[in-house]
């Protein structure tokens, strides 16, 4: 995103009229005074609208979106990158990861089981959006035709022991220390269920490692925000009414899922609102075309009122 330069002024506004003449929508690069004996104290009103927008525009929010590669984590990165009011940057684990969502310069490539290797895309950043996971795999062999259940498995050193738990806590601690303002992390409902059949896929007890990464995050003192999205849906954001929850509720109703796109606008909302910070609740949605699309983020995560 182009920065604009600063003008340093330090001028007294006294009342006149300046027309400021716009060059892009965002970018008001001169100004057209009228000639009067008054010109001058219009030209400082001028100069000093000019210097604030400009100052305004160069203070967009730097935020790094951690496993953009993934399918929610893209969407995320694409929204940040199209708004004004943000620089984005995002983590993948591998190079091909990058090329494969762009290869752009805010693109950079670390492993948060390693927490060294994630220090440079954290450096500079005022948010962090964590979208990091283990990710079951299928066993082969599995034929649907007869029955049965699949049989997961997680990779060698990719368990979410290791991912969920250890990976999370070194982004909250990486992101601590270069001074962060806010973390928002999504995690999973169902984590108040040790017996939960997510637990079972590969024993690797998913949510109850994700379930302490959240804990740590809200022990942690930085400002937090912790989306607990239901089952997520590959559909159209933004024509749902969403709902919030607390304590797995949403799961026992028929209103347990919600579009990824949704996730995703709810991360970047949570960034825009201090009603969002210190916060921890479920997402799920209504189905398309009952009640009203949610459109007043600020109402939405003021009905909020758990901190976990």
Known sequence: MATLPRVPLVISIRSSKCRLVAESSTHFSYLTLSSSSSSHSRNRKSLSLSAAMADSSSS????????????????????????????????????????????????????????????????????????????????????????GRPEFFFDEGAYPEQVDWIGQKNQIDAAKAAGVKQIVLVGSMGGTDLNHPLNKLGNGNILIWKRKAEQYLADSGVPYTIIRAGGLLDKEGGVRELLVGKDDEL??????????????????????????????????????????????????????????
């Open 251 to 308: 799961l026992k109703t028929e209103t347990k899922s919600v579009p990824r796109a949704d996730v995703a606008q709810v991360c970047i909302q949570a960034l825009q609102f201090e009603e969002s910070k210190n916060k921890a609740f479920d997402l799920a949605s209504k189905a398309e075309g009952v009640g009203t699309p949610t459109k007043d983020f600020k109402a939405f995560f003021s009905q909020i009122t758990t901190q976990f």
């Open 60 to 147: 967009s929010s730097t935020v790094l979106v951690t496993g953009a590669g993934g399918r929610t984590g893209q969407i995320v990165y694409k929204k940040l990158k199209e708004s004004s009011l943000y620089v984005a940057r995002g983590l993948v684990r591998t190079q091909e990861s990058k090329e494969s969502i762009g290869g752009a310069d805010d693109l950079y490539v670390g492993d948060v089981r390693d927490e060294s290797s994630i220090v440079p895309a954290v450096q500079g950043i005022d948010a962090l959006i964590i979208l990091t996971s283990a990710v079951p795999k299928m066993k082969a062999g599995f034929d649907p035709t007869k029955g």
